[in-house]
């Protein structure tokens, strides 16, 4: 079993930042493809970005050149640094486990918030 744990979520104003951190316990994440996945009201689950165990990163177009995602496998934790924030990224934001032998894993999500 992989536990995640988001934090880092609140209210900004547009054109804001945001720090979301991501820690995992169960398993180590160096063996896992890592990612930030978010759902806003209403709408499906869609992909934030993902980090590859070479570091290898992938970004939804719509947060590339705002959004940053990185890993610390010694603290077992994955970081999404959101720059430029805009009203349409209000969402809740999933942290993500995914391998091929221990499966798949979420977190309880954060809440963001971008509203003047």
């Known amino acids: 079993q992989v536990q995640l744990v988001e934090s880092g979520g609140g209210l900004v104003q547009p054109g804001g930042s945001l720090r979301l951190s991501c820690v995992a316990s169960?398993?180590?994440?160096?063996?896992?493809?890592m990612g930030w996945y978010r759902q806003a009201p209403g709408k499906e689950r869609e992909l934030v970005a993902t980090?590859?165990?070479?570091?290898?990163?992938n970004y939804a177009d719509f947060v590339k050149g705002r959004f940053t995602i990185s890993r610390d496998n010694a603290k077992n934790m994955i970081y999404l640094q959101m720059n430029s924030l805009k009203p349409e990224d209000t969402a809740v934001y999933y942290c993500?486990?995914?391998?091929?032998?221990?499966?798949?894993?979420w977190g309880q999500g954060t809440q963001v918030t971008v509203s003047s």
């Open positions: 993500n486990f995914q391998n091929i032998i221990y499966g798949n894993y």
């Open positions: 980090i590859q165990r070479t570091e290898s990163t």
């Open positions: 169960g398993r180590s994440i160096i063996i896992s493809t």
